[in-house]
């Protein structure tokens, strides 16, 4: 079950949902707004490898905020280190974002149990949209879970800003054997 504003309120005060910093005024009926931070990624490769580490540019926004460009695939992050060993967690973009043609989260909106450090955005754009540090650009509910809590424990713990890709990190498939069979 969804937890309502209420319900996430209750569940920060005693602690077993941390959202840093936690300002009430963000809480919403089943969720609560988080704003961008000012770190924004892009890769700045014309093919970036699975295998290997991407190479990215990381740009530090001011006060005057950046554009983001259509055709760009950026990576940006919540201000916010937010999580719960207790309950799931789905990020999505605020209405008022979305229908400016900015999609923020497209593939990966699960935070796992235990998951607790900004999150990273995947950011795309319709038309060119100055976007700006400290905007509330999406919302995160959190779930009830049935069972036994498994904590996250993956490639992205320790995250304390928009991280790139650490598909690389994961083991390469073994080789294809070329031989023909039966000849």
């Not at 009926?29 to 890769?43: E, K, M």
């Not at 005057?64 to 280190?81: I, K």
């Not at 309950?87 to 923020?104: D, K």
Request: proline residues 7%.
């Amino acid at each position: 079950m969804i937890l309502t504003g209420p319900d996430i309120h209750r569940e920060v005060l005693a602690g077993r949902i941390r959202i840093d910093d936690f300002d009430t005024t963000r809480l919403e009926p089943n969720s609560y707004g988080f704003r961008l931070a000012s770190d924004i990624l892009y890769y700045d490769q014309d093919i970036i490898d699975c295998r290997t580490p991407a190479s990215t540019h990381r740009v530090v926004m001011g006060e005057d905020g950046m554009v983001l460009e259509p055709g760009r695939f950026y990576l940006g992050g919540t201000m916010e280190t937010m999580g719960s060993p207790y309950h799931a967690a789905t990020l999505y973009a605020c209405r008022s974002v979305s229908t400016l043609g900015i999609w923020i989260q497209f593939s990966a909106p699960l935070g796992h149990s235990g998951a607790l450090f900004p999150w990273t955005l995947e950011i795309t754009v319709a038309a060119p949209v100055r976007v700006y540090p400290g905007m509330v650009i999406g919302k995160l509910a959190f779930w009830s879970m049935q069972g036994e809590p498994t904590p996250y424990a993956g490639k992205y713990v320790g995250s304390a800003s928009a991280v790139a890709s650490r598909l690389s990190l994961d083991a390469r498939p073994e080789p294809l054997d070329h031989q023909l069979v039966g000849s």
